[in-house]
């Protein structure tokens, strides 16, 4: 080809190139026609302006593509150079490639032959721009994945011909798991990178030639071979394979069984090795068994509580990352210099390892789906995500143009003019001041957003007044420290403080404390009595926090999230002042601790559809075998939303029957769940009964029914379960299982699961007390109840408190068609004519005899229950009224709960507007008061004064139903 075609081609290009880079062009094009004999353009196999950017761009490609003029043509003529290949296709055009006649020397040297081949290929697809970021990392390591799992099972035949095949002691074969570690378990590979691999064989045991070695042996030969076909040759590496995150590094053995692998990160495994663990994948060999090994470490990467206890680990990974990047070496590394790739990882491995326990999500392995999970649990602000994601990509391009220019493993910038003209225009920058003003740019963004990670937090604690005060903790054990005469900034009574401390550091708990914990503490401390002291009721608050404190101090994580979060310890404290109740939950649940950091949803309690979401994502996360898990998951599941319920009602802005809502929700929410894996567990027991063979609950035959508070949509902090189970289904036996019952025992054992999964006692909490004294028969009856039975019996033999509490009953979970039989039994029942009389007899004695045996009475003091004109009295007028009515008016059984109920009977004329007015501001009024009384960790009575007018009006209207 001629010299002024090859110049007209270029300028097609590269209008403006400089004539340094111009002249080099210009020989390497002229070197690859000449070893192509190509004499016209046309003769290319490929695009001539792709053509023409890869001879500039990488001289690796230049230099391989003219020793050997079939590379290019090949990759054309495929068109190899213009697909995307499908997941497993390197494996298998590897596969196709070697053969298997080979021996090792012949293997390497075809699979070398095909690596830069398909490095060609994946360098000229991103190069030119054919490919995204994302399929060049998942192309190269694909393409490692393949060489690995082609050179093992190349080998392994080899290794079984003259030892035997490895087993273990039950006979089944053995086989290597290969982990691959770090961007290679990721899919994140880049063009020159080492390999990391550790190294896993299933189980021990011994091979069964006429040669017997151990399995060890066995998999320890296997491995050395496979490092040596990989190794240098002739100056050329395969890849390089580095091992050294092995259990015990270096000095430890090559390969181990994978119990001895286990033990080793359960009982030794360091935070660093937890931080190596997060991308670790298997990536050749028996891929199922890897997938169990990495499933068992699982609780060593990522705990199943929030993280915050290893703090300070992280810190010092944070700060040798600091350390390492001020060296003037690394001063233009794109990976571990300042704002180089390594931060952006950290920056999103740091909540992986914190969070991932609780939150799967962030268990993903490449690092961009983590950074978007971190925004969709609002960790982090969309604008940090999308300039870590834009930083990421562009640094991630820079690295590829880095080791694609000479397949060399470098990530520094070069200093040579020309190569750093080179990487500008391949990074699309015509002006290359403008590229590294850009990449300077990102890097300063990503170090700003890594300088901001673990931050000590709070300067202010080294001022004199946080001096002080830690002089005074670490002085409270010294028999000669007299602290009661000292003035702390905030607190009226100083010696009070003073023997709250000298409490505290008596308590065993703190006795038995770690140094780290004694540490922990110690940080702590100071802080909360400076923050405490800045509010008007310290003395009262500090008290209560010092209880919290003694409870969580053991577990370090907790001081540590306190320390680390200045927003969730001022959250605590403001709870504290307005609910000693609340910190009292928390001293039960310290999990819960975790939502003070976010005060947008704990301030905000999730509505019904948002908890059924909830739930659903909570269960994906629950293995089905677990069912101790299962109670675990569902105690936190209800102890966060009552606590997001408790904080947003002591704020202010919610209102009662808001509140009331909310925890029945909670309370439903749960229920439907217990049912529905109780009924999992019994179905997979016994069977199935007849015409329900395979359903759901949707289809089960059966509902549990809520009366009393939940029935009533009124639900407490502290309410119980008021339940009836009822089941509808042929007599008979199960079918489907070894084990079939009969019916009746069938639905018994299911309704003594849901009784045991809501009282059962977990780590985690108890959810509900169940009570079912309301069931047909009362405590004498039988668990569960046939519907029929059950009608029959509110019919011919329920009392008449019984048809009272029918009122606030409804259908809460289980099988929606008996939803509909139920409400009908309970409107049938409701609207039967009863004797006034008699009626008003039965609800009349029944109260008072209650009130009798549950009112304690005190001069001068109010009961909101049980006093006269008080909530007790309220519901007993409204269940009178409506069973008085309800037969010519049968609208007024519509509603369960006792607000509706008064409005429907005002609607209905069955009481004037003013009457039903003065009961529901009543009511709603003494239930509120009982609310914040119990959020205040005090009874149900307040001043007679404070509601006597309401509770007089509450009782005239009362007395003149009962008395007329």
Not at 508 to 534: A, D, F, M, W
């Amino acid at each position: 080809m001629s010299q002024e075609a090859i110049e007209q081609l270029i300028s097609l290009v590269f209008p403006a190139l400089p004539q340094t880079l111009y002249q080099d062009l210009q020989r390497r094009i002229q070197d690859y026609f000449s070893a192509g004999d190509i004499q016209d353009i046309s003769q290319l196999p490929v695009k001539p302006q792709d053509f023409i950017r890869m001879m500039l761009f990488s001289p690796f490609t230049a230099e391989h593509i003219t020793a050997n003029p079939l590379i290019l043509d090949r990759l054309g003529k495929s068109g190899d150079i213009d697909t995307s290949y499908d997941p497993g296709a390197f494996k298998n055009k590897l596969a196709a490639f070697i053969c298997d006649s080979h021996d090792n020397a012949g293997l390497k040297a075809r699979m070398l032959e095909f690596k830069v081949y398909e490095i060609i290929r994946i360098a000229w697809r991103d190069l030119t721009g054919a490919a995204p970021l994302s399929e060049t990392m998942a192309d190269l390591s694909d393409l490692a994945r393949a060489c690995i799992s082609c050179g093992f099972e190349q080998l392994y035949p080899g290794l079984t011909q003259k030892w035997g095949t490895p087993r273990d002691k039950d006979g089944h074969t053995q086989n290597i798991v290969v982990l691959g570690m770090g961007k290679l378990g990721a899919g994140e590979l880049n063009f020159s990178s080492d390999i990391d691999l550790i190294f896993v064989y299933p189980n021990s045991g011994q091979t069964d030639g006429d040669r017997s070695i151990s399995n060890d042996e066995f998999f320890t030969k296997l491995c050395r071979e496979f490092i040596k076909l990989f190794s240098m040759d002739n100056g050329i590496h395969f890849y390089r394979v580095d091992t050294r995150l092995r259990p015990f590094g270096d000095s430890g053995p090559l390969v181990m069984d994978a119990e001895a692998f286990e033990h080793y990160y359960q009982s030794q495994g360091r935070e660093w090795e937890r931080y190596a663990m997060i991308k670790a994948s298997p990536v050749a060999g028996d891929i199922a068994a890897g997938h169990t090994i990495i499933q068992t470490l699982k609780p060593f990467i990522f705990r199943r509580y929030l993280d915050y206890g290893s703090f300070d680990s992280f810190r010092d990974m944070k700060q040798r990352i600091t350390f390492q990047v001020k060296n003037a070496r690394l001063k233009h590394n794109i990976k571990i210099g300042s704002g180089g790739i390594r931060e952006i990882e950290f920056f999103g491995q740091l909540f992986q390892l914190i969070r991932g326990g609780v939150e799967p999500a962030l268990q993903a392995r490449p690092i961009l789906p983590v950074l978007d999970t971190l925004v969709e649990k609002k960790l982090i602000d969309k604008k940090v995500c999308d300039e870590l994601k834009q930083a990421y990509h562009f640094l991630r391009l820079v690295e590829n143009r880095l080791q694609a220019y000479q397949d060399r493993q470098t990530h520094d910038i070069p200093d040579n003019p020309v190569q750093r003209q080179i990487l500008a225009l391949s990074m699309g920058y015509v002006d290359e001041d403008a590229f590294y003003a850009e990449l300077s740019r990102i890097q300063g963004v990503v170090h700003k957003h890594f300088s901001r990670l673990l931050v000590q937090a709070d300067d202010e604690d080294k001022d004199n007044s946080g001096q002080e005060l830690k002089q005074i903790w670490d002085s409270i054990t010294d028999p000669q420290f007299q602290g009661e005469d000292l003035s702390i900034s905030g607190y009226q009574d100083t010696g009070s403080v003073v023997r709250l401390l000298k409490a505290l550091a008596a308590h065993p708990h703190t006795r038995q404390l770690s140094q780290t914990g004694r540490n922990k503490l110690s940080q702590l401390l100071p802080r909360l009595i400076k923050k405490v002291g800045e509010h008007p009721d310290a003395e009262e608050v500090m008290a209560k926090l010092i209880d919290l404190v003694t409870t969580i101090e053991r577990r370090t994580c907790y001081l540590s999230l306190l320390i680390e979060n200045k927003g969730a310890l001022d959250t605590l404290i403001v709870l504290a002042r307005k609910s000693p109740w609340i910190i009292s939950f928390l001293s039960q649940h310290p999990v819960l601790l975790d939502e003070l950091i976010y005060p947008e949803t704990l301030y905000s309690p999730p509505k019904r559809d948002m908890l059924e979401r909830e739930m659903e994502s909570l269960m994906a996360r629950v293995p089905q075998d677990d069912p101790e898990y299962l109670l675990e998951a569902l105690n936190i599941f209800r102890q966060i939303n009552t606590l997001r319920v408790a904080a947003a009602d002591v704020s202010g802005n919610f209102a009662l029957m808001k509140v009331s809502d909310h925890l029945t929700w909670i309370a439903e929410t749960i229920l439907n769940q217990v049912v529905a894996s109780s009924w999992q567990i019994v179905t997979e027991k016994y069977g199935y009964p007849k015409g329900m063979e395979g359903k759901g609950v949707e289809g089960c035959g059966f509902i549990a029914i809520a009366y009393g508070k939940v029935g009533g949509l009124e639900m407490g902090y502290k309410s119980d379960l008021d339940m009836v189970f009822i089941f509808d289904a042929e007599p008979g036996i199960t079918s489907g299982s070894e084990r079939s019952v009969d019916i009746t025992r069938f639905y018994s054992n299911l309704g003594q699961r849901i009784i045991h999964a809501l009282t059962m006692h977990t780590s985690a909490g108890t959810l509900y007390g169940a009570d079912m004294r309301l069931r047909p028969g009362g405590d004498s009856g039988t668990i569960i109840t046939h519907i029929q039975t059950y009608e029959d019996y509110l019919e011919k033999q329920a009392w008449t408190f019984e048809h009272q509490a029918l009122i606030r009953a409804r259908p809460v979970a289980g099988d929606p068609a008996l939803f509909k039989r139920f409400d009908t039994i309970r409107k049938k029942i409701l609207t039967r004519k009863r004797d006034d009389a008699i009626l008003k007899k039965e609800v009349g004695q029944m109260r008072e005899k209650m009130r009798v045996q549950r009112l304690k009475y005190e001069p001068g003091v109010f009961n909101l229950k049980q006093s006269r004109g008080g909530i007790v009295d309220i519901e007993f007028l409204v269940q009178y009224l409506v069973l008085r009515h309800a037969c010519d008016y049968p609208d007024v059984v519509e509603w369960t709960d006792n607000v509706r109920l008064l409005q429907a009977l005002s609607v209905d004329g069955l009481i004037s507007g003013e009457e039903s007015s003065i009961l529901q501001n009543a009511y709603v009024a003494m239930r509120r008061a009982m609310h914040r009384l119990t959020l205040q960790e005090r009874s149900a009575t307040v001043d007679e004064y404070l509601f006597s007018e309401q509770a007089a009006k509450v009782a005239q209207i009362y007395d003149a139903a009962f008395m007329s």
